[in-house]
Nanobody, 123 residues
Framework: QVQLVESGGGLVQAGDSLRLACAISGRTFSGYAMGWFRQGPGKEREFVATISFNGRVTYYADSVKGRFTISRDNTKNTVYLEMNTLKPEDTAVYSC????????????????WGQGTQVTVSS
């Protein structure tokens, strides 16, 4: 059974930074591509960032490019999302997901999901 647990969310002001973490257990973490998605209030879930199993390939949504950085530490079975210069429109529940094949922007390609962590950015 694969489990993903996110942490690091919270309430911050616009311009602040946060680092989210997602710990995976139950499978060989290094074999999975990982992704971060978010769902804001009244919005559909959207892609944020993804990273390959070895960390060499990353993709970002245009809305976060240059502000967010995805990374992973395979020795700790953890993927991170460093979020800088946060904006009120970044307010959402952020979820991590694991993909057995390749980094993807499509949520349908992911096999396992965490419960999510709330990020709220006040103006």
């Amino acid at each position: 059974q694969v489990q993903l647990v996110e942490s690091g969310g919270g309430l911050v002001q616009a311009g602040d930074s946060l680092r989210l973490a997602c710990a995976i257990s139950g499978r060989t973490f290094s074999g999975y591509a990982m992704g971060w998605f978010r769902q804001g209030p009244g919005k559909e879930r959207e892609f944020v960032a993804t990273i390959s199993f070895n960390g060499r390939v990353t993709y970002y949504a245009d809305s976060v490019k240059g502000r967010f950085t995805i990374s992973r530490d395979n020795t700790k079975n953890t993927v991170y999302l460093e979020m800088n210069t946060l904006k009120p429109e970044d307010t959402a529940v952020y979820s991590c997901a694991a993909n057995r094949f390749a980094p993807s922007t499509d949520a349908a390609d992911y096999d396992y999901w965490g419960q999510g962590t709330q990020v709220t950015v006040s103006s």
